[in-house]
Nanobody
Framework: QVQLVESGGGLVQAGGSLRLSCAAS????????VGWFRQAPGKEREFVSG????????GYADSVKGRFTISRDNAKNTVYLQMNSLKPEDTAVYYC????????????????????WGQGTQVTVSS
């Protein structure tokens, strides 16, 4: 099992930046695929970005491509989401999720594929 704790959220003006962190317990975090999802008020949770455990390959939602960057530091058991050029529509609770058994064919975008979730961190972007 792994426990996930997100941090780094806050209030920022449009055009600003934030870096979210997802810290994991356990010594095998390097064996997990990790995804970031977000849920805005009144909306369903949606995929933001993901990073593979082995190859380190990444994926992004179209809405954040070119603005957000996901990375992982396995030595620190942490995955980061650098968010630049933030927009009011990025306002949401951001969750990280992890799983050891995402299929190789997965695009990492389905929340049903992740067994472990953090509690979320609020990101608010003012206009």
């Amino acid at each position: 099992q792994v426990q996930l704790v997100e941090s780094g959220g806050g209030l920022v003006q449009a055009g600003g930046s934030l870096r979210l962190s997802c810290a994991a317990s356990g010594r095998t975090f390097r064996s997990y695929d990790v995804g970031w999802f977000r849920q805005a008020p009144g909306k369903e949770r949606e995929f933001v970005s993901g990073v593979r455990r082995n190859s380190g390959s990444t994926g992004y939602a179209d809405s954040v491509k070119g603005r957000f960057t996901i990375s992982r530091d396995n030595a620190k058991n942490t995955v980061y989401l650098q968010m630049n050029s933030l927009k009011p529509e990025d306002t949401a609770v951001y969750y990280c999720a992890a799983d050891r058994f995402l299929p190789a064919s997965s695009n990492m975008g389905s929340e049903n594929e992740y067994a472990y979730w953090g509690q979320g961190t609020q990101v608010t972007v003012s206009s």
